[in-house]
C-alpha cells in the first residue's frame, strides 16, 4: 500500500508536486500519466526516499518514509527511468550488491539472484562487466535489483522504454502477477495505450496536481467524455494542440 498526503516539492519558488493526496491499496495497478514537467518524476522519487519532500508524507505499507526510512524502503522496489549501473561490476555481482544493501545474502540471495538472470535472459551474461550490456540489458538488470529483496510495493518510471517486445511483455506480465499476489505498483508511462491495457486506475497529474483520477470508466464520468478514448481524456484534461493551432504553425 502506497499513501500519500499533501505531498509537495518546491524548488525555490517554483513548485513541482503541490499538495498530492493518494492512496493505492494492495492487489493494485496504479497509473501515473501527465505531460511532460507534470512532477510524475519528482513524485515517485520521493515516494523512492531519494529526494526529501518539502512538505507532506509518504507511507510505504504503513511505514511512514520520514521517521523509518531503513523499514520503509525495504519494502519497496524503485525502477528508475534511466537505468543507472555501475560499469565496473558484473550482473551478477551488481544483483549481490543490491541485495547486499537492503541486508540479504547467502544461498537464498543466490538462487534468487539466478532465477531473476534466467527470466530476463541476462544468464549468459551474468559473469560479463554491465559497461558490456546494451541499454535494454541494463534496463532488465535495473528491474531485477528492483525485485531481488521481494518487495511489497514497485514503483517503476516510463517501465517499458528500451524493451523489446518480448521484455516487455514480461514486465508487463510480472507486474501483473506481482498485484495478483498482494503486491501494489505506482507505473508511470507516456504510453497511453499501456496505461489503459494494465492499470485498474489511473492519475492524471497537471502541473504538480492530480487533475483527475480513477478507474476508466470514473474519468470518463467526472469528464462527461462517454466513450472517450485514454488520449482524448488525456488531451482534454491537459490541453492538446487544435487543429487551428496546428494549422497556424504551417501558414506562411
Ligand atoms: P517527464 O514526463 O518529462 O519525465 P515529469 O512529469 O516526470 O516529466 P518531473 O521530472 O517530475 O516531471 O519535473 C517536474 C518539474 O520540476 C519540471 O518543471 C522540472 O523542470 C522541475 N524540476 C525537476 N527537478 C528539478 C530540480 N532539481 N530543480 C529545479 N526544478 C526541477
Redesign the pocket.
Known sequence: MIELTDLTKR??K?T??DGINLTIPRGELYGLL??????????MRMIAGILRPTSGRVRISGIDLQDNPLVAKNKLGFIP?RPFVYDKLTGAEFLRFVAGLYGQGGPEIERRIDELLELFELGPWKDELTESYSHGMRQKLIISSALVHRPEVIVV??PMVGLDPKSARLLKDLLREFVTRGGTVLM?T?TLEIAEGMCDRIAI?QG?RIAAAGTMDELRYQTSSGGASLEELFLKLTGGLSERELSDLFER
Open positions: 524548488y525555490g517554483f513541482a508536486v501527465g505531460p511532460n514537467g507534470a512532477g510524475k518524476t519528482t513524485t527511468d518510471d516510463e508511470s507516456h497529474v504538480g
